[in-house]
T-cell receptor, first 116, second 115 residues
Framework: KQEVTQIPAALSVPEGENLVLNCSFT??????LQWFRQDPGKGLTSLLL?????REQTSGRLNASLDKSSGRSTLYIAASQPGDSATYLC???????????????FGKGTTLSVSS | DTEVTQTPKHLVMGMTNKKSLKCEQH?????MYWYKQKAKKPPELMFV???????INESVPSRFSPECPNSSLLNLHLHALQPEDSALYLC??????????????FGPGTRLTVL
């Protein structure tokens, strides 16, 4: 059964710092990996999707990497801002054990707080 | 437009009530999903519809009944819920059908409280 782990569970940084969020998964036979942002009580906003054949994706100040063989992904946030404060969720899509290859399996998230 | 809308935003219901949650997308996506998220927990998949047909039911109790009337609309009918069913219910959609994975777009969710 696929398990997704995110470290750290919480992170507090001053504005302007670069930071890295970590995600690991137990079954490397994934279709893709997606990073989401969730503000308190709100829905999920997709940040980046990395297909299993890709190594990284970039969007603005965000860069996500994927090492499928080792079961790891990182989300790099450059020059953090108070508006980046949220919970960041990593999710992997499908595995050989998933009949439809569609279901997202989420980690518990990293709650980021950026102070001004 | 990458918007998934959900109504209502908040819902309070008693254990004997019948209510429905609604989800809508107009992006032409072929797959739609219901997730349940308890406080401080990650979302958990409940149902997947692909081309308006139920393709995944993650052993969800029968008091939750999904329905996909057309390609743009997904409902979740609720009946005889328990207080432990209180959670944020999230709807999502993706362009490709089940088995062809791509980005899932989430709605803002319905915050459900069962008294």
């Amino acid at each position: 059964k696929q398990e997704v782990t995110q470290i750290p569970a919480a992170l507090s940084v001053p504005e302007g710092e670069n930071l890295v969020l970590n995600c690991s998964f137990t079954d490397s036979a994934i279709y893709n990996l997606q990073w989401f942002r969730q503000d308190p009580g709100k829905g999920l906003t997709s940040l980046l999707l990395i297909q299993s054949s890709q190594r990284e994706q970039t969007s603005g100040r965000l860069n996500a990497s994927l090492d499928k063989s080792s079961g790891r992904s990182t989300l790099y946030i450059a020059a953090s801002q108070p508006g980046d404060s949220a919970t960041y969720l990593c999710a992997v899509s499908g595995s050989q054990s998933n009949q439809a290859g569609t279901a997202l399996i989420f980690g518990k998230g990293t709650t980021l707080s950026v102070s001004s | 437009d990458t918007e998934v809308t959900q109504t209502p935003k908040h819902l309070v219901m008693g254990m004997t009530n019948k209510k429905s949650l609604k989800c809508e997308q107009h992006m032409g996506h072929r797959a739609m999903y219901w997730y349940k998220q308890k406080a401080k927990k990650p979302p958990e998949l409940m149902f997947v519809y692909s081309y308006e047909k139920l393709s995944i039911n993650e052993s969800v109790p029968s008091r939750f009944s999904p329905e996909c009337p057309n390609s743009s609309l997904l409902n979740l009918h609720l009946h005889a819920l328990q207080p432990e069913d209180s959670a944020l219910y999230l709807c999502a959609s993706s362009q490709k059908a089940a088995g062809q994975t791509d980005t899932q777009y989430f709605g803002p969710g319905t915050r459900l409280t069962v008294l």
